[in-house]
């Protein structure tokens, strides 16, 4: 039996699409027929993944975009809006975490948490909602962490940028749900991916979650109608 693909037709903008959760979100998106707008800092990188997807018969485009630069998001979105006409998904996944305590972290530590985590965020969500309202629909995916829901110890920077994302979705939830534009917070527990420098053999990584497992819910959360009115997903590793 033909199975309909969940996103034939859809353009969907990735940040950090070349590693972990967004590469995995990125490959999960081109199954379903997306065309993926694959971004991050280095183009080599996401020309991997471009690669794997076009060879699953599956449509990616890449393009070297830092979340801290207004100018580069502008000028990706518009190249984007220039083939495709629209963009229908924004999934911001893109970001950084360092593990530190009050005492240890650094003032540098803290402003680039901001910077790319919090800050970022709202660069592509502001670049884009202009071009969502105009098309009277849209969905946008933050993905946040489980850290939000119980801060644990030495967290200071990552957990302090990843509260103003929650704050950011949610608030940006209430502005945009009665104009046809979805906006979800996904809360990740735990996910097996570089972010934590573990090496290949180290056991806990076991514990974690797969990233393909978070992209399963990243999609779920792309595919809920704005009228619904749904604000945030969370997905932790079995106990
Ligand atoms: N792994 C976890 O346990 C976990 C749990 C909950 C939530 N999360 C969240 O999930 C998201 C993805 O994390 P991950 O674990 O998949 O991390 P990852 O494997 O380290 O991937 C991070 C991605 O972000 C990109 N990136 C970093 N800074 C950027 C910038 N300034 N501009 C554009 N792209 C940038 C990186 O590419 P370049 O370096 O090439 O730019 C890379 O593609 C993050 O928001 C993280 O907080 C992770």
């Not at 495709?84 to 402003?111: C, M, P, Q, R």
Request: net charge positive.
């Amino acid at each position: 039996m033909f199975l309909k693909m969940k996103l034939k037709d859809k353009v969907a903008l990735v940040t950090g699409a070349s590693s972990g959760i967004g590469k995995a979100v990125s490959l999960l998106f081109a199954g379903e027929g997306a065309t993926v707008i694959l971004t991050g800092r280095h183009l080599n990188n996401l020309k991997l993944v471009e690669n794997e997807i076009k060879h699953n018969n599956g449509k990616a485009e890449s393009f070297a975009m830092d979340i801290t630069d207004r100018e580069q998001i502008n000028k990706t979105i518009k190249k984007i809006i220039g083939k495709h006409k629209k963009i229908d998904i924004l999934v911001n996944n893109a970001g950084i975490a360092k593990w530190n305590s009050i005492e240890n972290t650094t003032y540098e530590e803290f402003y680039e948490h901001i910077n790319i985590n919090l800050i970022g965020y709202f660069n592509c969500i502001k670049e884009l909602v202009p071009i969502m309202i105009k098309q009277k629909s849209g969905s946008i995916v933050n993905i946040i962490t489980s850290t939000v829901k119980k801060t644990k110890a030495e967290r200071v920077a990552y957990a302090t940028s990843k509260y103003g994302q929650a704050g950011l979705s949610n608030a940006v939830h209430e502005d945009l749900k009665n104009k046809g534009i979805s906006v979800v917070a996904v809360y990740p527990g735990k996910t097996d991916t570089p972010i934590h420098g573990l090496p290949e053999d180290d056991p806990r990584r076991k514990e974690m979650l797969k990233p393909e497992k978070v992209a399963e819910v990243v999609l779920k959360a792309a595919l809920i109608p704005a009228e619904k009115d749904v604000k945030e997903l969370s997905i932790n590793p079995v106990k």
